[in-house]
């Protein structure tokens, strides 16, 4: 089921990206949302619809994916996002094809149980985010896409040493998730295993003052929403240290420990500050977000399990919230024509139902009590 889950929407989006009509993708991502929908409500518990296959067996790695509690979460949101972004922007067929592409990619990598395959899901996401931008962004798009993607590069290298490192330096047999956690890299080599893993997992959180790239990402995408509701979603990095770089070097995460809790801080009282600062919706959005990543990643720089809930259950509805406030920012883009906020005055007379939208997306976000940001925060 897993493997049906990351592939429907795949082929949904290359069957528009060939040129079919737009009206597929639309079942594409409500067949997707309904498929995860049922995923995550009939889930046992551990590990469930695992699948394997060899790879390059010979070098330990393995088709391996299987959906934990926190895997079928964060399908969930992700499918449903993409649905809601599809019912809602008006965008080309080819673009919604790219969109479905990157779902499907994205759910890879939440469900991969292998090192080395999270990381070809980890970078290959990049593509349509990449091309969307490129494709369909604003006037500064080219400058975004080579800020963004320096900024991955720089990540991306280190993190492939980094797993290469941890099989290697921990002599576990394979790549697998649960040999490499039976193995875990120890004494010194853990610091510098752990400190690959945390420049990639910090970009895409992101942490302060890794963050230069997102707002130049918001603004200039698409003014739909739906690359930047993605956007939300891709922003991986505090699931990755969950899973990933903490339990494989452990030594080396309570080396920096108090350096990561610093820099969560400061992204979360940064990213709000710049927020309030914030002169057009999307870049409100973008700051937003910051702030919102960093206080979930405080949560799992805790080093406790309320903590770590907290803050992946935070991660998982802001994607949802937020995503939804990007969708909604398009939609008044259509009807004002400018995302600056001042020209936004008076909206909840000229159209109540956005404005009351607006206002139970904002106050999920803000964590009032009885919505999605509330129980994490």
């Given at each position: 089921?897993?493997?049906?889950?990351?592939?429907?929407?795949?082929?949904?989006?290359?069957?528009?990206?060939?040129?079919?009509?737009?009206?597929?993708?639309?079942?594409?991502?409500?067949?997707?949302?309904?498929?995860?929908?049922?995923?995550?409500?009939?889930?046992?518990?551990?590990?469930?619809?695992?699948?394997?296959?060899?790879?390059?067996?010979?070098?330990?790695?393995?088709?391996?994916?299987?959906?934990?509690?926190?895997?079928?979460?964060?399908?969930?949101?992700?499918?449903?996002?993409?649905?809601?972004?599809?019912?809602?922007?008006?965008?080309?067929?080819?673009?919604l094809?790219?969109?479905?592409?990157?779902?499907?990619?994205?759910?890879?990598?939440?469900?991969?149980?292998?090192?080395l395959?999270?990381?070809?899901?980890?970078?290959?996401a990049?593509?349509?985010?990449?091309?969307?931008?490129?494709?369909?962004?604003?006037?500064?798009?080219?400058?975004?896409?080579?800020?963004?993607?320096?900024?991955?590069?720089?990540?991306?290298?280190?993190?492939?040493?980094?797993?290469?490192?941890?099989?290697?330096?921990?002599?576990?047999?394979?790549?697998?998730?649960?040999?490499?956690?039976?193995?875990?890299?120890?004494?010194?080599?853990a610091?510098?295993?752990?400190?690959?893993?945390?420049?990639?997992?910090?970009?895409?959180?992101?942490?302060?003052?890794?963050?230069?790239?997102?707002?130049?990402?918001?603004?200039?995408?698409?003014?739909?929403?739906?690359?930047?509701?993605?956007?939300?979603?891709?922003?991986?990095?505090?699931?990755?240290?969950?899973?990933?770089?903490?339990?494989?070097?452990?030594?080396?995460?309570?080396?920096?420990?108090?350096?990561?809790?610093?820099l969560?801080?400061?992204?979360?009282?940064?990213?709000?500050?710049?927020?309030?600062?914030?002169?057009?919706?999307?870049?409100?959005?973008?700051?937003?977000g910051?702030?919102?990543?960093?206080?979930?990643?405080?949560?799992?720089?805790?080093?406790?399990?309320?903590g770590?809930?907290?803050?992946?259950?935070?991660?998982?509805?802001?994607?949802?919230?937020?995503?939804?406030?990007?969708?909604?920012?398009?939609r008044?883009?259509?009807?004002?024509?400018?995302?600056?906020?001042?020209?936004?005055?008076?909206?909840?007379?000229?159209?109540?139902?956005?404005?009351?939208?607006?206002?139970?997306?904002?106050?999920?976000?803000?964590?009032?009590?009885?919505?999605?940001?509330?129980?994490?925060?």
């Amino acid at each position: 089921m897993v493997i049906a889950a990351i592939l429907l929407p795949v082929l949904f989006g290359a069957l528009l990206l060939l040129g079919l009509p737009r009206g597929l993708g639309l079942w594409g991502a409500g067949l997707s949302f309904l498929l995860n929908l049922y995923l995550f409500l009939a889930h046992p518990g551990g590990v469930a619809h695992a699948f394997q296959a060899p790879l390059l067996p010979g070098a330990g790695v393995y088709w391996a994916f299987g959906l934990d509690g926190l895997s079928a979460l964060f399908f969930l949101t992700l499918a449903l996002t993409v649905f809601l972004g599809a019912l809602v922007a008006r965008v080309e067929g080819r673009f919604l094809g790219l969109a479905l592409l990157m779902e499907g990619l994205l759910l890879g990598l939440f469900a991969a149980r292998d090192l080395l395959v999270f990381y070809l899901f980890f970078e290959a996401a990049l593509i349509p985010a990449l091309l969307m931008l490129l494709l369909y962004g604003g006037e500064g798009r080219v400058r975004a896409l080579y800020t963004f993607l320096l900024f991955t590069l720089a990540g991306s290298l280190p993190m492939l040493a980094a797993v290469l490192a941890a099989k290697a330096l921990g002599g576990s047999p394979s790549f697998l998730l649960e040999d490499l956690l039976a193995h875990p890299v120890k004494g010194g080599a853990a610091f510098w295993v752990f400190l690959g893993f945390a420049l990639a997992f910090a970009i895409k959180t992101p942490l302060f003052p890794l963050h230069a790239w997102l707002p130049p990402f918001h603004q200039e995408n698409h003014p739909s929403g739906l690359a930047d509701a993605l956007g939300t979603l891709y922003k991986v990095g505090v699931f990755a240290f969950f899973r990933f770089a903490i339990p494989l070097a452990p030594e080396g995460f309570q080396e920096v420990q108090g350096l990561l809790l610093l820099l969560a801080a400061l992204s979360a009282l940064y990213g709000a500050w710049l927020a309030f600062a914030a002169r057009d919706f999307k870049t409100l959005l973008a700051y937003a977000g910051l702030s919102h990543m960093g206080v979930a990643a405080l949560g799992v720089f805790s080093g406790t399990e309320e903590g770590a809930l907290g803050g992946l259950y935070l991660l998982a509805a802001s994607g949802v919230h937020t995503g939804a406030l990007f969708l909604l920012a398009g939609r008044l883009y259509e009807r004002v024509g400018t995302l600056e906020i001042g020209p936004y005055r008076g909206l909840a007379q000229s159209a109540p139902g956005m404005a009351t939208l607006a206002l139970f997306l904002f106050l999920a976000m803000v964590g009032l009590p009885g919505l999605s940001g509330f129980p994490g925060e």
